[in-house]
């Protein structure tokens, strides 16, 4: 098959699909996966494609990545950044925790301290803490999303409201070259303000997939962080940003 219309047909399996994995690409064009690999790589170079660890996808800025492809996205670096994290929080802290696939990962890393004090507003998060006797769990009342196990609402941030917390662990969808912090669900983005402005330290925690990633809600900035956990170097403008407003940039 002509490398042209290899590549037409990668397109369309993406938009189809949300998110392929090289495997599934090198099985169903029966090439190498070095093959597969250019492939991606040119389309990435022509922006029709974001390459990620293990794959690629097509971004909007209306709509999410599934949930299910979400998890296994750049899960590595997920787990790097968890790691490092966690590294931040004493035993017998309280923290917020809001929704996220790199949330969740957060929370299997927090496993291993004692004595924690959670309020969060993500149904997976909740289940995994609660697995610790000495992890006390306040689940956030609001509207259940099937997709994702989120809990939004105007009732989840008056919640939220409620407590003031140690700290405050934020994933997020996009982070703009200006630095502001975005995502998709308005209301999601309403219980991530709340999260923020009642934490005594807000950690952020975002692989390098979401530099540049566009998504249409503003959630604030990344200025409002006091860390900046992530994978990769963020771009000159961004890094210029977090020196200038003292963000601590941890890179794993």
Excluded: W
Aim: with cysteine.
């Amino acid at each position: 098959m002509a490398q042209r219309r290899r590549q037409e047909l990668i397109m369309e399996l993406i938009r189809k699909n949300g998110f392929v994995t090289t495997e599934q690409l090198v099985e169903q064009f029966n090439v190498t996966p070095q093959t597969i690999r250019r492939d991606l790589n040119e389309l990435a170079k022509k922006n029709t494609l974001r390459r990620h660890h293990g794959g690629a996808g097509i971004d909007s800025s209306t709509v999410n990545t599934s949930y299910q492809t979400r998890k296994i996205l750049d899960l590595e670096a997920k787990e790097r950044i968890a790691e490092a994290l966690v590294e931040l929080i004493p035993d017998n802290s309280s923290i917020f925790i809001n929704i996220g696939t790199t949330t969740e990962t957060i929370a299997k890393a927090l496993l291993r301290k004692n004595n924690l004090q959670i309020v969060t507003n993500n149904l997976h998060v909740a289940s995994i803490l609660s697995a610790r006797e000495d992890c006390h769990v306040i689940i956030a009342g609001g509207e259940v999303r099937n997709r994702d196990g989120g809990i939004v609402g105007e009732a989840t941030r008056d919640f939220i409201n409620q407590f003031k917390m140690d700290f405050g662990i934020i994933g997020i969808s996009g982070i703009d070259g200006d630095g502001s912090l975005l995502d998709f669900d308005y209301r999601e983005v309403r219980v991530a303000q709340a999260i923020i402005a009642n934490s005594a330290q807000v950690l952020l925690a975002a692989d390098h997939s979401k530099f540049g990633r566009n998504a249409m809600v503003r959630l604030g900035n990344v200025t409002q962080a006091d860390y900046l956990f992530t994978d990769q170097e963020p771009p000159v403008e961004l890094r210029q940003l977090l020196s200038e407003n003292d963000v601590d940039l941890r890179v794993v």
